[in-house]
């Protein structure tokens, strides 16, 4: 498997991460938090892999910039997985404060934004590279509505910068897994279950489908 970056650690991330390692994969284990990351990256090379850790806030440009310049010292990134995501309390769209939204938004939309156009330049100068944004089956869920709102417009990215990057070998998809055990929310399938679906989008072959919005049972 092709070198990697995957954000947002625990949980999915972590599980993602360690998977990758395990195919021998270069893997790029970036996040705000430290400890974590450089747990997950030392787990990464004990699995088979090389893990190394930066530290990246994903909803801050010159953190996303100085992050992947750090990350390419170790070769050119060709997989990028858009993992981050948040979701705060629970409240009806009138009672939301706008600094909650605001940072739902910064961090499920924002993020990805960001590390997709520091990375796909590179892609495309190389003529190779896998986009995988990890999107959500809740799209409508009351008292959600920033959550929500966020990854309908993650999958709108998604789909939209696969029609701009049409007739390359540079693929871009989304994928909902189901509810999962995770620390955002308890109960539903282990991560790593649904951890080989994911990483089989992000090994599609050349001529695979792009712009897909792909659930997961």
């Not at 696969?162 to 620390?183: I, Q």
């Amino acid at each position: 498997m092709a070198r990697s970056v995957n954000r947002a650690l625990p949980n999915l991330g972590k599980a993602l991460a360690i998977a990758a390692g395990q195919t021998g994969a270069k893997v790029i284990c970036a996040g705000r938090r430290k400890d974590r990351i450089q747990q997950t990256a030392e787990e990464v090379t004990k699995a088979g892999g090389v893990g190394t850790a930066v530290e990246m806030d994903v909803t801050d440009p010159k953190s996303v910039e100085k992050g992947v310049k750090q990350a390419e010292k170790s070769g050119p990134i060709e997989i990028l997985i858009n993992n981050a995501g948040i979701i705060t309390g629970l409240k009806p769209v009138q009672e939301l404060p706008i600094e909650e939204w605001d940072k739902i938004m910064a961090t499920n939309v924002r993020g990805p934004y960001l590390l997709i156009r520091a990375i796909l330049p590179g892609m495309l100068q190389r003529g190779f590279g896998r986009i995988v944004n990890i999107s959500a089956p809740i799209k409508h869920l009351p008292k959600a509505t920033a959550y929500c709102a966020s990854k309908c417009a993650l999958d709108s990215l998604s789909k939209a910068v696969s029609y701009e990057v049409k007739g390359t070998d540079v693929l871009v998809n989304a994928v909902e897994p189901p509810f999962l055990d995770t620390e955002m929310h308890k109960g539903g399938k282990k991560p790593e279950e649904v951890v080989p679906q994911i990483l089989e989008l992000a090994a599609l072959e050349t001529g695979s489908q792009s712009g897909r919005i792909v659930k997961l049972a």
